[in-house]
């Protein structure tokens, strides 16, 4: 598996750990 912190940075890698999260809420 490919390091993600090689491509993102902590705040980006925050806001898609927000975006999945209302993701996988807005579908319960």
Do not use: E, G, N, P
Request: no cysteine; charged share 15%.
């Amino acid at each position: 598996m490919v390091d993600a912190s090689a491509y993102f940075t902590d705040d980006q890698m925050i806001s898609l750990a927000l975006v999945a999260a209302l993701l996988l809420i807005s579908k319960l």
